[in-house]
């Protein structure tokens, strides 16, 4: 039902910027849900990044700081605007939307996805 577009992947090297911007179903926009960012890197499981709602805005520890999550609700849209890149950050990045007000679930929780784009940051 919810269809989740991302863009802006790209690759940078360390300590750049990068900004990802996903646009979500007008659905999205009519109900008070959650929105996030996660990655995967290879080899790891797919992780939380920053997720944001009307109540809460929360970040992985190993962001914090460097990443903001934003999001025009109104719009159905979502940033995530990364400074300082490590190569660590490498990964394929997801949008991600549950209708739920609440944020802090499981990656399994939520239930729609983009596609993934991938962020490479070189050392």
């Known amino acids: 039902q919810v269809q989740l577009v991302e863009s802006g992947g790209d690759s940078v090297q360390a300590g750049g910027s990068l900004t990802l911007s996903c646009a979500a179903s007008?659905?999205?926009?009519?109900?008070?849900?959650?929105m996030g960012w996660f990655r995967q890197a290879p080899g790891k499981e797919r992780e939380r990044v920053a997720t944001?709602?009307?109540?809460?805005?929360q970040y992985a520890d190993s962001v914090r700081g460097r990443f903001t999550i934003s999001q025009d609700k109104a719009k159905g849209l979502l940033y995530l605007q990364m400074s300082s890149l490590i190569p660590e950050d490498t990964g394929v990045y997801y949008c991600?939307?549950?209708?739920?007000?609440?944020?802090?679930?499981?990656?399994?929780?939520?239930?729609?996805w983009g596609q993934g784009t991938q962020v490479t940051v070189s050392g």
């Open positions: 944001i709602s009307t109540y809460s805005t």
């Open positions: 991600a939307a549950r209708e739920e007000y609440w944020c802090h679930v499981e990656v399994s929780d939520y239930k729609y």
């Open positions: 007008t659905y999205m926009t009519t109900i008070d849900g959650c």
